[in-house]
Antibody
Framework: EVQLVESGEGLVQPGGSLRLSCAASGFTFSSYTMHWVRQPPGKGLEYVSAISSNGGSTFYADSVKGRFTISRDNSKNTLYLQMGSLRAEDMAVYYC????????????????WGQGALVTVSS | QSVLTQPPSVSAAPGQKVTISCSGSSSNIGNNYVSWYQQLPGTAPKLLIYENNNRPSGIPDRFSGSKSGTSATLGITGLQTGDEADYYCGTWDNSLATGVFGGGTKLTVL
């Protein structure tokens, strides 16, 4: 059974940092591109970041570029999102999601999602 | 402001049919596959439709998807109270080089 389990959620002050983790199991993690998608309270879904299966390529939404870093450790079957210079508008539930298809070659989709990790940015 | 446009809400009676539209442009829907997700209250999104009109295993055939030009549609027949949820369309945007979603549509089964 495919499982994605996020951890690292919490309360952080504006300007602070936080690292989210996403532990994967039930599939060959190293074979899949992974994304982070977030959802602000009461709002819709927003793409945050992507990483290729071997970690060699990373992509970011303009809203987080330069502040967030996506990475993965295929030996530990774990995806990470290091978040820095956090702002009020970064407050959201963050989901890790497994990607199928080719995003830049006809489009991709998310077939499995984690349960989400709540990041609260407040003083 | 979402890149893809969905109606904020739709409603219908149990047993009836409803459609949810998703409008985009040539840089996203017009040249890429569309997927649809169901988000029940307090839970993570769940894949309903992928590559415009395909259902993952376990998704009943009451759910269907279609695409024409720069728009896509999710159809749900035989509505049940358990279908009450938020529904999101998603795709890739070639100009933005990011994934994009619609703002979500809240389905109420009256």
């Amino acid at each position: 059974e495919v499982q994605l389990v996020e951890s690292g959620e919490g309360l952080v002050q504006p300007g602070g940092s936080l690292r989210l983790s996403c532990a994967a199991s039930g599939f060959t993690f190293s074979s899949y591109t992974m994304h982070w998608v977030r959802q602000p309270p009461g709002k819709g879904l927003e793409y945050v970041s992507a990483i290729s299966s071997n970690g060699g390529s990373t992509f970011y939404a303009d809203s987080v570029k330069g502040r967030f870093t996506i990475s993965r450790d295929n030996s530990k079957n774990t995806l990470y999102l290091q978040m820095g210079s956090l702002r009020a508008e970064d407050m959201a539930v963050y989901y890790c999601a497994r990607v199928r298809g080719y995003c830049t070659g006809g489009g991709c989709y998310y077939d499995y999602w984690g349960q989400g990790a709540l990041v609260t940015v407040s003083s | 402001q979402s890149v893809l446009t969905q109606p904020p809400s739709v409603s219908a009676a149990p047993g009836q049919k409803v459609t949810i539209s998703c409008s985009g442009s040539s840089s996203n829907i017009g040249n890429n596959y569309v997927s649809w997700y169901q988000q029940l209250p307090g839970t993570a999104p769940k894949l309903l439709i992928y590559e415009n009109n395909n259902r993952p295993s376990g998704i009943p055939d009451r759910f269907s998807g279609s695409k024409s030009g720069t728009s896509a549609t999710l159809g749900i027949t035989g509505l049940q109270t358990g279908d009450e949820a938020d529904y999101y369309c998603g795709t890739w945007d070639n100009s933005l080089a990011t994934g994009v979603f619609g703002g979500g549509t809240k389905l109420t089964v009256l």
